[in-house]
């Protein structure tokens, strides 16, 4: 991709629907990583069916002055986020260039291209897999990610850095509230199975807040530190390790 350096490109705002492949317009059209986005004008075919074909003009030569072909961009982010796009999808700069028709708010453009995009945290997924590969189809555009957390900008990944030091603790530290989250939420009760690794599966019998009394196979019963006892994302079930299984001096279940 190139842009022609011998003009500056103008710099106006944007906001991209964030899908697995990448990103996309909020009319759905594909940005592909490493190619400009060139406009091309629908009104010729909408102006033959609508009877305004005396406004068509080569859909190649976009945008006209007096059309409204061109690739859209905003001139503040502030116009994004009053108009309410911004809550779409993610915001960036974009970078425009070749023919640039000037509004009162904003661009029509014949190339653009994203030049830097801010990630709203809720748009991140909760764990750190499923962030990484969505992050991956982004890094492939080459623009610079930041992601807004805590109330600042934090830089996430640079073209020519990667990943930074304190954009990946912020992603850290946010998936970890995330399991910490659902941890609390899931409430061991009785009948739920534990598995004792190296031990067996056993049937949890009395759950309190600070430990758990659980059956073995073979009628034992062991008590667990509450804290113990973890929810397994991978195998769906409550895990812990033998090491935290006391057994109790009471009387086998009959
Ligand atoms: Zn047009």
Redesign the pocket.
């Known amino acids: 991709m190139s842009i022609p350096d011998y003009i500056s490109p103008i710099v106006g705002y944007r906001v991209w629907q964030w899908v697995a492949a990448g990103l996309k317009s909020l009319n759905g059209e594909p940005w592909s990583p490493g190619k400009p986005l060139a406009a091309a004008?629908m009104?010729s075919n909408r102006g033959t069916t609508a009877g305004r074909a005396e406004a068509a003009?080569d859909a190649n030569d976009?945008?006209?002055e007096k059309?409204?072909?061109g690739v859209y961009a905003s001139k503040s982010l502030e116009h994004l986020h009053t108009t309410g796009y911004e809550r779409y999808g993610i915001c960036g700069e974009v970078n425009l260039w070749g023919t640039v028709v000037e509004h009162e708010q904003g661009f029509r453009a014949q190339f653009a291209y994203p030049k830097n995009l801010y990630l709203p945290p809720k748009m991140l997924p909760s764990t750190l897999a499923e962030i990484q590969s969505r992050l991956q189809a982004l890094t492939l555009y080459g623009s610079d990610i930041f992601v807004i957390g805590n109330g600042e900008t934090i830089s996430l990944w640079a073209k020519d850095s990667g990943y930074s030091p304190a954009g990946l603790d912020y992603l850290i530290e946010r998936s970890k509230r995330y399991y910490d989250r659902r941890q609390r939420d899931r409430n061991l009760k009785r009948g739920d199975r534990v598995a004792i690794l190296g031990r067996g599966i056993a049937v949890v019998e009395q759950a309190g807040d600070k430990e758990a009394l659980v059956v073995l196979w073979n009628k034992n019963v062991v008590r667990i530190g509450r804290k113990e006892i973890v929810w397994d994302e991978g195998n769906m079930r409550w895990e812990t390790d033998a090491n935290a299984a006391f057994e109790c001096l009471v009387q086998p279940i009959q």
């Open positions: 004008c009104a003009h976009a945008p006209r059309c409204t072909c």
